[in-house]
Nanobody, 127 residues
């Protein structure tokens, strides 16, 4: 499994960005996919997950209603649509995959439970 993240950039508050994560070796039936982010001076934090085989999507509270995680099965690509961006969303964003057994809900927020990571993509929200 290899993950390639892209789509970051500089955007003004209230703007939108869409991040992409191309996942070779991962399908909608074999991997749970997640986005994490790491702001300067902070630990990496979970943002959202889309579980395999129709297992649902989940978000951290601070992004609910603004971010949407989706999956394009034909392209083995996961997206994170980010709307109404705020300065506190500034961070390096990472996509992650869990192969093997399906991730359980109680474990999805811990980065230790994901076995593959993409390189980060910088998102900066500033006027």
């Amino acid at each position: 499994v290899q993950l390639q993240a892209s789509g970051g950039g500089l955007v003004q508050p209230g703007g939108s960005l869409r991040l992409s994560c191309a996942a070779s070796g991962c399908t909608s039936r074999t991997c749970d996919m997640a986005w994490f982010r790491q702001a300067p001076g902070k630990e990496r934090a979970w943002v959202a997950v889309i579980r395999r085989s129709g297992g649902g999507t989940y978000y951290t509270d601070s992004v609910k209603g603004r971010f949407t995680i989706t999956r394009e099965s034909a392209e083995n690509t996961v997206y994170l649509q980010m709307n109404n961006l705020k300065p506190e969303d500034t961070a390096v964003y990472y996509c992650a995959a869990k192969s093997g057994g399906r991730i359980i809900i109680s474990a999805m927020q811990s980065d230790r439970n994901y076995d593959k990571w993409g390189q980060g993509t910088q998102v900066t929200v500033s006027s």
